[in-house]
């Protein structure tokens, strides 16, 4: 059910599923789009990983096809810190929002169960950042978080920040803009979760002489577990390569750079595209390892 | 079930924090106009009555209205194919689809980009509208996917057994069953297909070539000065979203309490 929370079916009627050709007629289209706009790029990145200057056509951004495995050893001894950094940022973006979100959730899908009408309105407010522009919100939390801003005023009228601080450009508000961001995405798969939980589930464990502490534990807790990992994966992926957040422009300053910002640099300011894209690729690697253990732990059924 | 007011406070705190930009975004709508829209001047309606003062602005809305339009129009009929297949028929290869379906919702956007602009710049494509028209239906189509697919599950085939007893032809079962039977999953996918188009910034950066798309627009005058008719754009696409999905709510909501009382 990865990624299923977006959709609000609840209800499933057990279809008898039939072979027939009408089946490729309506796959074939999609299937086709999807691998020339999704798996030929991906072709295309490792064979541009693998260029090399064109030795006849000095101009900047010009490269012969060759098979230079000598850029992924470049790009890993040159950026490795800067990868590094982003896993790290990343990691504790998810594991922040985790925290945040699963009380959020709990409370819209189990205390507001009751109130249907409060629990629509909440859903709503949960989703309203997906439909007001992700950049506008960014800068607004830089402005709130400027130098002259709110938040530093009143930190340090307490005394908390000295006179010269700055939050701006630091490691803190970079995964702090991570953390807002990918907030909606944690809460909903944990919220399509525990929204289905059986409450006499929970009553069954008081009446077994459970505390309210490890009925949570060993009930409520391993029946939501498909929404934590949905949710996980929903934040842990996007905000790895996520580069608006940690952009000098944005929330971040040169010592805050993620590989997606170095991606960026080196496709767009110094046309370096191998190096790009040998970056994309070990990016795409490093990823899909904890996705493919994801997928050996759950049934690939159960993906979407 | 014992009222649990502590998660109840904490819950309405970080609500209020997913709402904190948003409200400043659209309190920055009407600032009195100036050079830039940092500082706080005073309430003024000026930015939404001149909303079309600045050409860049608008031109850049219209693109990514535009390439969002025809973005989720070519996913949802791409998408609602596919959804269609996946769960009334069998076929080979069913899980190879939905690796691949799951694909692109499990790739970084930054390497889905770069990779289509080295796809492109390896093709000779130029790049421009189109591009960006083609990069945003393959992000879309998963989406639409889970979103139609829990639809077509709920669909009880029943339905259509009986239009096809009463004679209906093929196209007719599909006019007036189906269709108007799925449009309500059709319709959330293509509001989710055209939230994720109209804001995507990454990919589109490296499939853009020149042209401005509304989100490629605030990060290219953000190293200046964001003219104050961008948040009056960006707060009316809001408040527009925001009618629609209560709308929605509203209306699933009147049609489960008239499925009660039939039931």
């Known amino acids: 059910m990865a990624f299923g929370a977006f959709s609000g079916e609840t209800v499933v009627i057990e279809q008898p599923r039939r072979r027939s050709r009408a089946a490729l007629w309506l796959l074939l289209p999609g299937v086709v789009y999807l691998a020339a706009t999704y798996l030929a790029p991906l072709v295309s990145l490792v064979v541009t990983s693998l260029k090399t200057p064109d030795l006849t056509n000095f101009d900047i951004g010009r490269y012969q096809y060759a098979f230079e495995i000598g850029n992924y050893g470049h790009v890993i001894a040159t950026y490795w810190p800067i990868i590094l950094r982003s896993f790290g940022y990343s990691a504790l973006a998810t594991i922040f929002a985790l925290l945040i979100s699963y009380p959020l959730a709990y409370f819209i899908g189990v205390t507001l169960r009751t109130y249907p009408l409060w629990q629509a309105l909440a859903l709503i407010l949960v989703i309203a950042p997906f439909f007001m522009s992700f950049l506008l919100r960014t800068l607004a939390w830089k402005a709130i978080f400027a130098d002259e801003g709110p938040v530093i005023h009143f930190l340090q009228s307490l005394n908390i920040l000295p006179a010269n601080a700055h939050l701006n450009g630091t490691p803190f508000m970079v995964i702090f803009g991570l953390t807002y961001n990918f907030i909606p995405f944690m809460a909903l798969p944990i919220y399509t979760s525990l929204e289905r939980l059986d409450l006499r589930l929970l009553e069954a464990g008081s009446d077994l002489y459970a505390n309210p502490g490890s009925t949570f534990l060993r009930v409520t807790v391993p029946l939501s577990l498909p929404g934590v990992v949905s949710g996980t994966l929903l934040t842990f992926i996007p905000a790895t390569g996520d580069y608006v957040n940690a952009s000098p422009q944005f929330l971040g300053s040169t010592q805050t750079a993620m590989v997606g910002n170095v991606i960026s640099d080196t496709y767009f300011n110094l046309q370096d595209y191998p190096s790009a894209a040998a970056l994309s690729i070990i990016l795409m690697v490093l990823i899909l390892i904890p996705v493919a253990i994801y997928l050996s732990v759950t049934k690939t059924e159960d993906l979407l | ?263």
């Open chain 2, 1 to 263: 079930m014992r009222r649990n007011w502590g998660v109840g406070i904490y819950s309405v705190l970080i609500l209020a924090l997913l709402l904190i930009p948003i409200g400043y975004t659209i309190v920055f709508s009407f600032n009195i106009p100036a050079r830039t829209n940092v500082t706080w001047r005073g309430f003024s309606f000026d930015n939404w009555i001149n909303i079309f003062a600045d050409p860049r602005v608008v031109a850049a809305f219209v693109t990514s209205i535009g390439v969002g339009l025809l973005a989720t129009l070519a996913a949802a009929a791409l998408g609602t194919a596919i959804s269609i297949a996946l769960v009334r028929f069998r076929f080979r290869f069913r899980t190879a689809l939905t690796v691949l379906l799951f694909l692109p919702m499990a790739t970084p956007e930054v390497v889905i980009g770069s990779g289509l602009g080295s796809q492109f710049l390896n093709l000779g494509v130029d790049k421009g509208l189109g591009t960006i028209i083609v990069a945003h239906i393959m992000f879309c189509i998963s989406f639409v996917v889970i979103t139609v697919r829990a639809r077509v599950s709920s669909l009880d085939p029943a339905i259509e057994e009986a239009g096809r007893d009463l004679y209906a032809s093929p196209a007719q079962v599909w006019w007036r069953i189906t269709f108007p039977l799925l449009l309500p999953g059709i319709v959330a996918a293509a509001l989710l297909s055209f939230a994720l188009s109209f804001d995507d910034f990454i990919i589109t950066a490296f499939v853009r070539g020149t042209t401005e798309t509304f989100p490629t627009y605030i990060y290219t005058a953000a190293v200046r000065a964001i003219p104050a008719q961008a948040n009056v754009f960006a707060s009316v696409i809001f408040l527009l979203a925001i009618v629609l999905v209560v709308a929605q709510q509203l209306s699933a909501a009147a049609r489960r309490r008239q499925l009660a009382r039939e039931g």
